[in-house]
């Protein structure tokens, strides 16, 4: 953008994380019957995989709602006392949980984790693992990690079908408190790629250029953010 | 229903209530306003379902009863009528017509049940205080410049007026914004504010509040609901819907380590802006500033029209910086000013600028830059 | 009519119309917005309902609410319209008592886990309140026997069933997930079974070292010395979790040789034999030689075989023999890999609430037998489309509209839709820069098609099946 143009503020927003605001769609039914099912489970450890924006996050804070879990992320595991984390929590969730293995010669990564999984069997405690690739094909050292990971009760997000999609998107724009128009939804949809990551980028891009323009959301708005988007994705 | 009433009186209160009315409405008895006449009061009511003002004046009542007549007309045919004339106005004949007669003219307008007029109720008040016009007046007057108004994103649709506290005082504070600029001014914390949720009142409401409180040297009482705010003064209750949103945390928005600070002359400034924007482009209304010991350079450029400079001279001591504002956004805030020295304080070329007065602390307010 | 009576008809009248949404908008739908809607009450001519959140009202009423009140005038003519607000408090309170039940829940739910950790050492001195819990589900019975493991698990049932000490240490080593934690356990199980007095202690390497570090920081060795030398039979499992712990190691071989010179039996495990652990100090390697070593092999195909048989007969599950079958073929890495994928077709089973069958065990496995979901792309599809109907390739970008082009070129639409995430006007430019609006109507047609033409629908999901691999 080279035209002189006036920048934002950073109005964060918070996005409702509660059960009811979960929206369930054939894709995600089976990772919500296994968090309402808790804690029925038949093993200590349920493993969710799905792509981003998928809604992983929020399930994991429906089930910490549920269950009163305490929440690190995968990045966090190789600062902790694991022993004491598992004790002490009968409820975990490990959210972004391949981050145990992303990063380079993280082997104290792994087995820390190892141990994690070794100790909700030993206490009897529960948790979730979210992640984007199932964890039987996260690409770990530790062999013995690897047959844990592989024997752990899984279910993945499937990708959304539409009515998922538009349901989504009605939900991030709310999420913003930005008002709508359903005929903003009907102009979008068929022209994105059909993926929850691209419902993030285009709420997030419809919301800012409205802001930094002062303009109401309309179709001539949202033609301009798809084709700017499209204009990226044709640059990169 | 039948009444007479001298013209001025009728007008002031018509007016008051007159401009809650739209323009056009789907619902008719939306275009009226009701007139209830009993023990030697009138009370007129406007309301748009959102905003409901009752204004009540004192009249020779004959007959006491009700009816509805469109809004505007009424105060046509009033404000028409020669000063200090006196009006009657008679629903006698049944509540389908209104006849207003003064002098040797007389009108039949158009009437509505009285029982179709829609009645809002303010709800369970869970917190009230008493404030001095005056004060409410600032609040609003400093903010409301800042208020969005972008329809999409309702909830800064209004001003935020919640209890808070600053350096171990209670203050009554008032926020706006738009996502460019941001308005925060404070009152002393009323009796009975203290612990009131933070409520977005909206633009409409404070705007029609500030006229009918214009000239009024008194107090305001205000009442909150869970829904609704009530504003009682001078004989007029107005009730408002409350906007269902969630404010943004603007606390967030205003920086705490900008540590360039530069103290200006408020109307040379002004002046200066006003003048070197005649340059620029009436879209972008961009204009640079470029602050240097001693110097602020003032300039603005388009292809159209050319380019101006203007130098002030300021006591900026920090290291050179140069920042693109709108200046129309530079004009609102420094009309907001009210001493004589304006001062800015700044991080970098992109981050928010804080605006202020050097005296007084009870008023704030945040720029964004523009990236030029 | 008492407002009582008022009510009643209400709730019916909305039980009604719900039952009608359900069948017009489908189970998903119903269940995503129609299920959580309140029904408030009647107010006057207005239905008053309430959702509990802000988007819910948003969608509700940009979609059901003209819906909503054409269903209510169907009851009742005299309803002119259907209000919806937004009831958040009634169920974040709800939330919160809920909260609070399941973290009630939450502790009782690992009760169990933990009396049964109490009932084990109850009557048994101190010293054993140090060993690990030991799961009684693991035994000799439990244990599948086959080529691969039979010597270790001579060895380990010699060690359980000895009164003497036979070999010291009993090192078991193999691949991980083959049973050698199983077998440990098994020792354990069985001699706390027939010889109760015995002090028996199961612990993993992890657990010896965490309790080392916390007696020196809490400067309580001597405690920790005592309670280690006074078992009788100590078991230290994954033992190459101390390789590089100098500390920890030095400390194991004085606990190692006290219990070995008061004739105690020690049983270790590791993923190698000892000569093979990297940083493990060469005076405790030498110890860990001396007795007997005995090695886990890979499974065979017959003993995973058995093994899920026997795994299914504990379990009570009825399981297809297809279904085993499939699973030992498919699953060789280890045992835990093939009772885990085991357990996970079984728990979905049970959660969906539908028998075990050969697809669903594909499915619900899809993540462990392929390494990856690649996407199929929208230049595969097209070519396996034009090779299935017998076209050119290029005939799915060219202009012709004869039908016997035509066709495939719709299919090879309707197929990049379903399979892959892109946009309508990307498939378009793929199929010679057509409009997007081009893709939604080969898709609106090849549905219909699907829906009257069994052999075509047969046709797509062949198509569909052999792109997905």
């Known amino acids: ?236 | 229903m039948k009444l007479t009433i001298e013209r001025s009186a009728l007008l002031k209160s018509l007016g008051h209530v007159q401009s809650v009315v739209e323009r056009r409405n789907t619902i008719p008895i939306l275009s009226n306003v009701k007139l209830s006449a009993r023990d030697g009061r009138l009370d007129l009511n406007a309301t748009d379902m959102d905003l409901d003002i009752v204004a009540g004046v004192e009249a020779d009542i004959s007959e006491p009863g009700s009816t509805t007549a469109p809004a505007h007309t009424l105060f046509e045919i009033v404000r028409k009528l020669p000063e200090g004339a006196q009006v009657e106005l008679d629903a006698s004949g049944g509540d389908d017509q209104l006849v207003l007669r003064a002098g040797r003219s007389r009108f039949v307008l158009t009437c509505l049940p009285t029982e179709d007029f829609p009645v809002m109720s303010g709800g369970e008040a869970t917190h009230s205080f008493t404030i001095a016009a005056g004060e409410l007046c600032a609040l609003i007057d400093r903010t409301k410049f800042a208020i969005s108004t972008e329809e999409t994103r309702y909830y800064l649709n209004g001003i935020y007026l919640h209890a808070t506290e600053r350096d171990d005082t209670l203050v009554l504070r008032a926020v706006a914004t738009d996502g460019h600029r941001l308005a925060s001014v404070e009152a002393p914390l009323p009796s009975g504010a203290a612990g009131m949720p933070g409520v977005i009142v909206p633009r409409k409401t404070v705007t029609e509040l500030r006229k009918l409180i214009e000239d009024y040297a008194d107090e305001v009482d205000v009442a909150l609901s869970e829904s609704k705010i009530r504003f009682t003064f001078d004989g007029a209750v107005m009730t408002s819907k409350l906007i269902d949103g969630t404010f943004p945390d603007y606390q967030r928005v205003i920086p705490e380590g900008n540590d360039k600070i530069m103290d200006i002359n408020c109307r040379d400034f002004a002046n200066a802006v006003d003048r070197v924007t005649a340059i620029s482009s009436e879209k972008s209304r961009a204009i640079k500033l470029k602050l240097t010991p001693g110097v602020l350079l003032l300039a603005a450029s388009s292809a159209e029209h050319g380019s101006a400079t203007e130098e002030l001279e300021n006591d900026y001591s920090g290291s050179e910086i140069e920042i693109g504002f709108n200046s129309r956004y530079l004009l609102d805030i420094a009309q907001q000013i009210e001493g004589d020295v304006i001062r800015f304080v700044l991080a970098d070329s992109t981050s928010p600028t804080i605006v202020r007065e050097v005296e007084d602390a009870s008023a704030l307010y945040v720029l964004m830059p523009m990236r030029v | 009519m008492t407002s009582e009576q008022g009510h009643d008809l209400t709730v019916n009248q909305w039980t009604d119309i719900s039952s009608r949404l359900r069948t017009e908008i489908g189970e998903a739908a119903f269940q995503s917005w129609i299920k959580p809607i309140s029904l408030s009450h009647r107010d006057g001519d207005i239905i008053r309902i309430t959702v509990p959140t802000r988007f819910m009202s948003d969608w509700v009423n940009a979609h059901y609410s003209d819906r909503l009140t054409a269903l209510w005038r169907d009851q009742d003519a005299s309803i002119k319209s259907v209000d919806v607000t937004v009831l958040p408090d009634r169920y974040s309170q709800a939330r919160n008592e809920e909260r609070e039940n399941c973290t009630a829940l939450a502790s009782s739910y690992t009760g169990p886990n933990r009396r049964q950790k109490g009932n084990s050492v109850q009557g048994e001195d101190k010293a054993s309140t140090i060993s690990a819990p030991v799961d009684p589900r693991f035994t000799f019975d439990s244990f599948v026997v086959g080529k691969p493991n039979e010597f270790a698990y001579a060895a380990a049932r010699r060690v359980a069933e000895a009164d003497i000490v036979p070999f010291n240490p009993l090192f078991l080593y193999g691949g991980v997930g083959l049973g050698k934690t199983h077998l440990m356990l098994a020792v354990a199980n069985h001699i706390r079974k027939v010889s109760p007095q015995r002090n028996v202690v199961y612990m993993s390497a992890e657990k010896f070292m965490h309790r080392f570090i916390r007696a020196l920081q809490e400067k309580n060795t001597v405690d920790f010395k005592d309670q280690f030398r006074s078992v009788d039979v100590l078991m230290i499992d994954d033992v190459q979790f101390i390789c590089g712990k100098e500390s920890t190691q030095e400390e194991f071989f004085h606990t190692f040789n006290a219990l070995v010179d008061q004739g105690r039996q020690i049983v270790v495990s590791a993923d190698k034999s000892p000569s093979y652990l990297e940083g493990m100090e060469e005076r405790l390697v030498s110890r860990l030689n001396c007795g007997l070593v005995a090695d886990i092999h890979a499974t065979t195909y017959e003993l995973r075989l058995g093994i899920l048989q026997s795994k299914a007969e504990r379990i009570g599950v009825e399981i297809p023999s297809k279904v085993m079958e499939f699973l030992a073929h498919k699953v060789t890495s280890n045992v835990r890999d093939l009772e885990g994928g085991l357990n996970r077709v079984v728990a979905h089973a049970q959660l969906i609430g539908r028998e075990i069958t050969l697809e669903t065990t594909q499915e619900v496995l899809h993540d462990l037998l392929r390494a990856n979901d690649r996407r199929v792309t929208i230049e595969e599809i097209q070519k396996q489309v034009s090779q299935h109907f017998n076209i050119r390739v290029s005939d799915m970008q060219s202009a012709r509209r004869a039908r016997a082009v035509a066709r495939p070129r719709q299919v090879a639409m309707y197929l990049a839709k379903q399979l892959t995430a892109r946009s309508l006007p990307e498939i378009g430019r793929k199929f010679g820069g057509r409009d997007h609006t081009t893709v939604m109507h080969a898709v609106k047609r090849v549905d219909e098609l699907r829906e009257y033409d069994p052999m075509f629908a047969e046709d797509v999901e062949l198509l569909r099946r052999m792109l997905e691999g």
């Open chain 1, 1 to 236: 953008m080279n035209r002189a143009h006036q920048l934002t503020f950073d109005l964060v927003h918070r996005s409702a994380l509660s059960r009811e605001d979960f929206l369930i769609a054939p894709a995600n039914q089976q990772a919500v019957a296994w968090i309402d099912k808790w804690p029925d489970w038949p093993s200590q450890s349920l493993a969710i995989s799905g792509p981003p924006g998928s809604g992983k996050t929020h399930l994991a804070h429906v089930y910490m709602a549920k269950s009163g879990a305490h929440l690190i992320d995968g990045s966090q595991i190789n600062q902790i006392n694991v022993r004491d984390l598992v004790e002490t929590n009968p409820t975990l969730v490990i959210d972004n949980a391949e981050a145990v293995v992303s990063e380079d010669g993280a082997d104290i990564h792994e087995e820390n984790l190892f141990h994690i999984l070794n100790l909700l069997k030993e206490t009897g405690h529960h948790a979730v693992l979210c992640s984007i690739t199932p964890p039987a094909r996260w690409k770990v050292k530790l062999a013995d990690l690897k047959s844990r990971l592989n024997a752990l009760t899984h279910v993945a997000i499937a990708d959304p079908d539409e009515s998922l999609l538009a349901a989504v998107m009605v939900k991030q724009f709310a999420d913003r408190q930005l008002r709508i128009d359903h005929g903003v939804i009907d102009y979008i949809l068929p022209r994105m790629e059909r993926s929850f990551r691209c419902v993030h980028h285009i709420v997030t891009a419809i919301d800012a250029l409205a802001l930094r323009e002062h303009r109401n959301i309309t179709i001539p708005l949202i033609r301009q953010v798809l084709d700017t988007l499209n204009q990226e994705e044709l640059e990169i």
